[in-house]
């Protein structure tokens, strides 16, 4: 039985790979979850697979500078949000973000957002050092490469996100 696990597991990790884009994680906007220099692999963007979901960290053209970008899922389409003093109200209700890293005190800038049918907001972890949705608004699906599922170096902090 333990080596059809294993099979099981490497089959996974080997599709996975396969199927997978490698991207370098610049900056800071997404510590501590990713830290600069990370090496990390993104899903491939397949139609008909699951649609993105909040909490899912992506990769996406960045509509400043065309370059590709890593961040948080924070709203999705049809939703109504607020940031404010740091916290983020979806419809009306504070959500819960453990990964976030708040700005230092005075640094918060407040948005909203009414999100359209096809688009997502996206916020860096490091609220303090961090440019997305709130300097480029929300992302429309289709600038969505793919989602982070795996972190491969440094070593000491490889494994599945």
């Not at 370059?67 to 049809?78: D, E, F, H, M, N």
């Amino acid at each position: 039985m333990r080596l059809g696990l294993r099979l099981a597991r490497f089959t996974y990790l080997f599709i996975g790979l396969l199927a997978s884009r490698r991207l370098r994680v610049v900056g800071h906007s997404m510590e501590p979850f990713l830290r600069d220099g990370d090496l990390i692999l993104i899903t491939r963007r397949v139609p008909g697979r699951r649609p993105p979901r909040r909490g899912d960290v992506v990769a996406f053209r960045d509509p400043l500078t065309n370059g590709t970008s890593i961040k948080r899922i924070c709203g999705l389409p049809g939703e109504s949000l607020r940031l404010a003093e740091g916290a983020l109200i979806v419809q009306g209700e504070t959500l819960p973000e453990p990964y976030a890293m708040p700005g230092r005190e005075g640094e918060h800038r407040d948005m909203e957002w009414t999100v359209g049918a096809d688009e997502y907001v996206l916020l860096g972890d490091n609220r303090g050092d961090s440019r997305d949705s709130r300097a480029f608004g929300p992302v429309r699906r289709s600038a969505i490469m793919g989602r982070a599922w795996f972190r491969y170096a440094p070593a000491d902090r490889s494994g599945r996100l």
